[in-house]
């Protein structure tokens, strides 16, 4: 009888091991290495801003909000009574997710980052933490979140989320101490709201955990609003942990602890602060930078949709920009700000087509490429990949003759988008020179491909 007992109890614990084995297997946690990979090759993607702020377009009468329209509840003097009326309005009728995605991978973009909640507090997706989302307060009434999730997935694109930190709508976060709420008293390291651990602990977090839960993989979460003196470092270090247990393989930006040295992105302490990758915003690096690093950008002066601002960066720029941030080893996140129907910009679209036609012809000298291995010369950028050095030209020779770096060991130069017609190629001591077609074959860049000797 003993050894019966024994051989059931045994079993039992083998098979009770087996299945909490069988659990912890379901999700295989990859290295780091491999856990960026998908991201290091992504190069580009799209970072979208949409809100009740999108309804606001940042003007309030004759006013006009300065900077980023997504800002329109602090720089156009809303109290948060006073703002909630908009969140009640939010009825974009014309959003298309599906039409959003092939928008996004027609233009070449392998990911997309949406923001679930900016500093407004107003949630794109079902939140069981408040009412303050489009599921309740909104006539709209339909799940954002899960509706752009199902289309990335569909169209093999990376599903991202931002999320924001600051929350000016929650009384325990936007810092209800003062009687006139300031959001500059932020910034002032000697106000410390007392009750935001509160909304870090019993809000923030399970908002997260609800986004990290109900949506299918998140290939990166992107949190916003690190810079407020209540967020501390300990929380930011407890937030990167918190995601990595429920989903291991999420990669998250360093704004999710304190280690931003300021728009230049990056963390001059590495290894004392949480977060997988820089994160410079509306600036490129001079040099190359050999961290995880990826460079977020408007397409015009704001992040928000604002009709008043018309200061739209050409298509061209666009185009140099991706393959100068790729050529200093980084990401290119450039925004989309939708406006309050759920349209993109007709600005936008035009630019994302343009960029479109160029990363088809011209995607496998950014997809997947390092940064390069010379100083960047006076007529464009260097990337490099298996064994291939690209050189993007922005400035065409106009004697037909491209100088690249003396270092260069060719063994056969083409064009990217003519592979069959060799180029004639002489190094000397000084450079080595190829010989180009009279007219750039290409627009705004042309790719010359350096098959590299041995
Ligand atoms: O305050 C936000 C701003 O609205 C926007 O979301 C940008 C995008 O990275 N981040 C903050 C400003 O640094």
Request: net charge negative.
């Amino acid at each position: 009888m003993l050894k019966k007992t024994l051989l059931v109890v045994l079993l039992s614990v083998f098979c009770l091991g087996n299945v909490n084995a069988q659990k912890k297997s379901k999700v295989k946690k990859l290295s780091d290495d491999e856990r960026m990979e998908w991201w290091r090759d992504s190069k580009f993607g799209m970072f979208i801003h949409w809100g009740a702020y999108s309804i606001i377009g940042g003007e309030r009468g004759t006013k006009i909000a300065g900077g980023g329209a997504e800002w329109a509840m602090d720089k156009l003097d809303y109290t948060v009574e006073d703002y909630e009326k908009f969140p009640e309005m939010f009825n974009p009728v014309l959003f298309d997710a599906d039409a959003w995605v092939s928008m996004a991978k027609d233009a070449g973009m392998k990911y997309i980052v949406l923001t679930s909640k900016h500093h407004e507090g107003f949630g794109l997706w079902d939140s069981k933490v408040s009412d303050y989302d489009v599921m309740d307060t909104s006539p709209f009434k339909r799940d954002i979140v899960k509706e752009l999730s199902e289309a990335c997935k569909k169209q093999g694109i990376k599903f991202c989320l931002y999320y924001s930190i600051v929350d000016w709508h929650h009384p325990q976060a936007q810092g209800n101490l003062y009687p006139n709420y300031n959001i500059a008293q932020h910034d002032d390291p000697s106000v410390v709201n007392p009750e935001f651990p509160q909304y870090f602990k019993n809000y923030m977090k399970p908002q997260v955990k609800e986004l990290l839960t109900n949506y299918g993989d998140i290939g990166v979460v992107w949190f916003d609003g690190d810079w407020i003196s209540d967020y501390t470092t300990e929380m930011g270090k407890e937030l990167y942990s918190f995601i990595r247990d429920i989903q291991p393989n999420t990669i998250v930006n360093n704004r999710v602890d304190k280690g931003r040295t300021g728009m230049d992105g990056m963390n001059n302490k590495p290894g004392q602060f949480a977060g997988d990758f820089g994160t410079p915003e509306q600036e490129i690096p001079d040099t190359g930078i050999d961290t995880d690093w990826e460079a977020c950008m408007t397409m015009n002066g704001t992040w928000g949709y604002k009709p008043a601002d018309n200061k739209w960066k050409s298509s061209e720029d666009l185009i140099q920009k991706l393959v100068d941030i790729v050529s200093k080893g980084g990401n290119f996140l450039l925004n989309i700000g939708p406006d309050g129907f759920g349209r993109f910009p007709a600005e936008s679209i035009r630019r994302l087509e343009a960029m479109g036609q160029w990363t088809k012809k011209n995607g496998e000298s950014v997809y997947g490429a390092s940064a390069s291995p010379y100083e960047k010369p006076k007529w464009g950028r260097y990337t490099e990949k298996d064994g291939v050095l690209y050189a993007h030209v922005f400035d065409w020779p106009k004697d037909g003759l491209l100088k690249l770096n003396k270092d260069v060991k060719f063994k056969k130069v083409t064009m990217l988008t003519d592979p069959d017609t060799e180029l004639k190629a002489l190094g000397t001591s000084r450079e080595v020179i190829v010989e180009v077609p009279m007219m750039a074959p290409g627009y705004p860049v042309s790719v010359v491909k350096i098959e590299l000797a041995k």
